[in-house]
């Protein structure tokens, strides 16, 4: 958009509240003297002249001129050539044309062109002082609306920035408060301590690794922290019971994400987020739960977190069975690719092994690295 070359217009006002500078083109040089006596009665208004139409190209790129009044009939270009340049230049420089003759097919392109006005020669003084009067005028009312306008826009990305930080500390407000909820189902089994940062970790590289842009990886994240909080109170209390488990409490578990799902509902998340935590048991084949979905039918958000929970629940150690080695579990999500887990996220989660491995075991807080840079 088109910006004035000063926001100061207003401190050198006169009677009409604005500075003014005024171009004459006109290669009759006794023309161009007689209108530039003339116009040099308007109050606090500079007068620039100049009988060369590419001058008057250098002087309107440099100077913030708000009426050029110009002749037609020039060597090299014409009036109507300029006024054309001049509109794509600056819309709010109004432009008056000088013409001995009134040809209705150059007026008819002038008009076209958004001309002022025009003069015939001869004109009186006072003609071309109102015609001036009424340019400036028009000149300063659309100054004052492009402005308005970048003021305008100005604040509305302002409001924007500040609008986004509200929903960015509105985030880590509510990412706090999931943390509390993670804390308080895994609180109670020390087998599962730290099992959704790490599997958010997990999901995040992989995110990244399959090339998630920074939205999409917000969503793996809350999804991923949230998982299982459908186990929150007594299905927990079923994960980590130390016995075999009834036919009737394995299908209360398999509900999990189910009940974390409505738990999350009020909170109006985003679907990748709700699918996160409804469909990170389902299987490719289609012999997962809670509902038995398959292939394309489940989210690829799901199936990321499916195979970071898979590999961190195989290498955790439980109180009713031993873990495997982080090597024999990569393994192991190798051998059920395609049946339980996506191939593509298997197969990178394979090839990228050794970066997973390193991430999860470093001492540092590998979350907090990844949740800066989204
Ligand atoms: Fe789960």
Same mark, same amino acid.
């Not at 401190?11 to 530039?36: A, F, P």
């Not at 970048?150 to 509305?156: G, I, Q």
């Not at 679907?271 to 997962?288: F, M, P, S």
């Not at 059920?336 to 540092?364: A, C, H, M, W």
């Given at each position: 958009?088109?910006?004035?070359? #000063? ?8 009677? %009409?509240?604005?500075?003014?500078k ?28 100049? #009988? #060369? ?10 100077? +913030? ?9 020039? +060597? ?40 002022f ?65 993670i ?19 997990? %999901? ?9 842009d ?26 980590t019971?130390?016995?075999?488990? %009834?036919?009737?409490?394995y ?12 738990i999350?509902? +009020? ?13 990170h ?61 996506? +191939? ?27 949740? #800066?840079?989204?």
């Amino acid at each position: 958009m088109y910006k004035p070359y #000063s926001d100061n217009f207003d401190n050198l006002d006169t009677e %009409s509240g604005v500075y003014r500078k005024i171009l004459i083109i006109e290669d009759d040089l006794s023309m161009l003297r007689c209108v530039q006596t003339m116009l040099r009665e308007l109050p606090l208004t500079e007068v620039l002249t100049t #009988s #060369s139409p590419e001058d008057a190209l250098n002087i309107l790129s440099s100077e +913030p001129i708000s009426v050029v009044v110009s002749d037609i009939c020039m +060597p090299g270009y014409s009036g109507i050539d300029l006024l054309e340049r001049i509109y794509k230049f600056n819309p709010n420089i109004q432009v008056i044309l000088m013409t001995g003759m009134m040809e209705a097919s150059v007026m008819r392109r002038a008009i076209q062109l958004n001309a002022f006005d025009f003069l015939r020669k001869p004109f009186e003084a006072a003609e071309l002082m109102l015609t001036v009067k009424q340019a400036l005028n028009k000149n300063q009312l659309l100054v004052q609306n492009t402005l308005y306008q970048n003021k305008l826009e100005m604040l509305v990305e302002k409001r924007t920035v500040e609008l986004l930080q509200a929903k960015s500390q509105l985030e880590t407000h509510y990412l706090n408060a999931i943390n509390s909820m993670i804390n308080a189902i895994e609180v109670s089994d020390v087998y599962t301590v730290g099992h959704s940062e790490r599997v958010t970790t997990i %999901s995040l590289l992989l995110g990244r690794l399959l090339k998630l842009d920074a939205e999409e990886l917000r969503y793996l994240r809350i999804g991923a922290m949230l998982h299982d909080l459908g186990k929150i109170g007594r299905i927990n209390a079923l994960v980590t019971k130390n016995h075999r488990l %009834s036919r009737d409490e394995y299908d209360q578990i398999k509900q999990h994400p189910v009940h974390g799902a409505k738990i999350i509902s +009020p909170l109006g998340l985003p679907k990748a987020v709700n699918d996160i935590i409804l469909q990170h048991h389902e299987r490719q084949d289609g012999t997962g739960y809670p509902y038995g979905i398959k292939g394309d039918k489940i989210s690829s958000y799901a199936k990321i977190v499916s195979v970071a929970d898979s590999y961190d629940a195989m290498t955790s150690r439980r109180a009713y069975r031993t873990n495997l080695e982080p090597r024999a579990a990569a393994e192991e999500l190798l051998e059920n690719s395609g049946t339980q887990f996506d +191939p593509i996220v298997v197969r990178t989660f394979y090839r990228e092994f050794d970066l997973i491995l390193k991430t999860i075991s470093s001492k540092t807080s590998l979350n907090e690295e990844l949740f #800066s840079s989204i």
